[in-house]
């Protein structure tokens, strides 16, 4: 059972549009909750972490936690062809654990 | 440039043979990981080190060994490669032990043959 579960897409949005992200966990003792963005061929960059229930903002994404529901989502706003990559969910349970679990990622393209 | 740098960036092995990724930070993190990617299966956890001479067991360890003599360096050893440990490999590092914000490498790409 997949820990941690994202659509892997493609997902096609216009440029300028919103891209709407969407990751559930299973674990109910998670704690900490990231977004990653890999580019093709390359590494995993951090882009954002949350880690209260609400929207933490910063530039033009925002990341969004339900802890109830289990649920984590990115939103990246005016989106620019640029933002074209994989974007891996990551969930960990508490400080002090070391597992850090991702999800398989979801390709987002943007559409000039 | 800060960072993590890894050695080699890809590589072809023949299968049964001993391989070692290296695997260096300038960031003086004291957490450090290894993680391997593969299509369909994401990020995985092989080994990691909480600081300087202590190392755990992630998701992934059967057939990785590390060890972790100082802060910078923290090499991954294949004792006896087999062909599913091909795959891209990334070494990562975090400021905070217990972390999840982590920079990581560049990866190797590994092909066992």
């Known amino acids: 059972q997949k820990e941690v579960e994202q659509n892997s897409g493609p997902l096609s949005v216009p440029e300028g549009a919103i891209a709407s992200l969407n990751c559930t966990y299973s674990d109910r003792g998670s704690q900490s909750f990231f977004w990653y963005r890999q580019y093709s061929g390359k590494s995993p960059e951090l882009i954002m972490s949350i880690y209260s229930n609400g929207d933490k903002e910063d530039g033009r994404f925002t990341a969004q936690l339900n802890k109830a529901s289990q649920y984590v989502s990115l939103l990246i706003r005016d989106s620019q062809p640029s933002d074209s990559a994989t974007y891996l969910c990551?969930?960990?349970?508490?400080?002090?654990?070391?597992?850090?679990?991702f999800g398989t990622g979801t390709r987002l393209t943007i559409i000039p | 440039i800060a960072g993590i740098t890894q050695a080699p960036t890809s590589q072809i092995l023949a299968a049964g043979r001993r391989m070692t990724l290296r695997c260096t930070q300038d960031?003086?993190?004291?957490?450090m990981y290894w993680y391997r990617q593969d299509l369909g299966l994401g990020l995985r956890l092989i080994h990691y080190?909480?600081?300087?001479?202590?190392?755990g067991k992630g998701e992934v360890p059967d057939g990785y060994s590390v060890s972790r003599a100082n802060t910078d360096d923290f090499p991954l050893t294949l004792a006896s490669a087999v062909p599913s440990q091909t795959s891209v490999y990334f070494c990562?590092?975090?400021?905070?032990?217990?972390?999840?914000?982590?920079?990581f490498g560049q990866g190797t790409r590994l092909t066992v043959v």
């Open positions: 960031m003086r993190h004291n957490a």
């Open positions: 990551a969930v960990k349970e508490n400080f002090g654990n070391e597992k850090l679990t």
């Open positions: 080190s909480n600081t300087a001479g202590t190392t």
């Open positions: 990562a590092s975090s400021e905070r032990t217990g972390s999840g914000e982590a920079f």
